[in-house]
């Protein structure tokens, strides 16, 4: 049982650094800013979370990731992928 909780711990400790990991990338990667907002562009989202622009897409019809459009390209609020990576942590 002892064993279990070592086990589970470390578990919660590895996801726990990689959300501090994530954070971390978010804010060194270059921000835009869109009425007001720091936002990121799909491709930055895609390196820093490491899934395909169609797990994006997928949040995107789920409604879990709301884009803004600006010449041609998406960009995600910094504060909703936040939100978003808290989520699917809990």
């Known amino acids: ?18 959300l501090d990991t994530i ?4 804010d060194g990667y270059k921000k835009h800013v869109i009425d007001g907002r720091e936002m990121i ?13 169609r797990s994006i897409y997928r949040y995107r ?5 709301t884009p803004r459009k600006l010449r041609g390209k998406l960009y ?7 939100k978003l990576i808290n989520k699917i942590m809990d």
């Open 41 to 53: 562009d799909d491709a930055d989202l895609c390196k820093i979370l490491k899934i395909s622009k």
């Open 23 to 26: 954070e971390s990338k978010i």
């Open 1 to 18: 049982m002892k064993q279990l909780k070592e086990y589970i711990d470390a578990i919660v400790s590895r996801i726990f650094d990689r």
């Open 61 to 65: 019809k789920s409604g879990e990731l």
């Open 76 to 82: 995600y609020d910094i504060e909703d992928v936040k």
